[in-house]
């Protein structure tokens, strides 16, 4: 069956350290990834697509690579800051494409 | 710019009562529109999405159910709601591969 795991278990960091966070796959054979953040209370919110020919993708502070060999991809975050504080999502279509599913999410602490 | 509207924020209903969530999508037409269920500390369950006026695809089975009455309304609906349907529900529409959330509705089944 179709899975994508991501570590369930909350990230502490110390402010100004990179953060990162992993998600897995099996079974998806993805053009792209895209990964989300969820504040407490509040819907997910976009950050980022990586297609699938594309080995790293940046934004800001904001980096994610996609292997595709590994079936994985890694979301970072430099310098991060206590406002980074949140649930990170990555998500997959399925393989017929109409369909998003999303990992369960990392909660990520910044601590001043 | 699109802007997505979901109401009520928090609704607290007793065991067996009925249920009619909505949705609502300004600035786009024709949009893919996506029902989400997210229990406490949970990740995101889709239970419904629709593509069209009145073409609904169910993933869950379940005592839920969804219309799309409007091009630009999602409505997620139950006869008698059970203590399991306790969560936070989402409504979503689709960009060009993203998807964009609404604010959500916080559902407690006392």
């Known amino acids: 069956s179709q899975k994508i795991e991501q570590n369930s278990e909350a990230l502490n960091i110390q402010e100004g350290k990179t953060a990162t966070l992993t998600c897995n796959y099996t079974?998806?054979?993805?053009?792209?990834l895209q990964w989300y953040r969820q504040d407490p209370g509040r819907g997910p919110v976009f950050l980022l697509l990586?297609?699938?020919?594309?080995k790293e993708k940046r934004k800001e502070r904001l980096k994610v690579t996609f292997d595709t060999t590994l079936k994985q991809s890694l979301f970072h975050i430099t310098a991060s800051q206590p406002a980074d504080s949140a649930t990170y999502l990555c998500?997959?279509?399925?393989?017929?494409?109409?369909?998003?599913?999303f990992g369960g999410g990392t909660r990520l602490m910044v601590k001043p | 710019s699109q802007t997505i509207h979901q109401w009520p924020a928090t609704l607290v209903q007793p065991v067996g009562s009925p249920l009619s969530l909505e949705c609502t999508v300004e600035?786009?037409?024709?949009?893919?529109l996506y029902w989400y269920r997210q229990a406490a500390g949970r990740g995101l369950q889709l239970l419904f999405y629709?593509?069209?006026?009145?073409?609904i695809s169910s993933e869950v089975p379940q005592n839920l159910s969804a219309s799309r009455p409007q091009d630009r309304q999602f409505i997620l609906s139950s006869k008698k709601l059970l203590l399991s349907d306790s969560g936070f529900y989402l409504c979503?529409?689709?960009?060009?591969?993203?998807?964009?959330f609404g604010p959500g509705t916080r559902l407690t089944v006392t």
């Open positions: 998500a997959l279509y399925n393989n017929a494409g109409n369909m998003l599913t």
């Open positions: 079974n998806y054979s993805p053009a792209y």
């Open positions: 629709s593509v069209g006026i009145g073409q």
């Open positions: 990586i297609r699938e020919n594309e």
């Open positions: 600035g786009t037409s024709n949009p893919n």
């Open positions: 979503a529409w689709t960009g060009t591969y993203e998807q964009y």
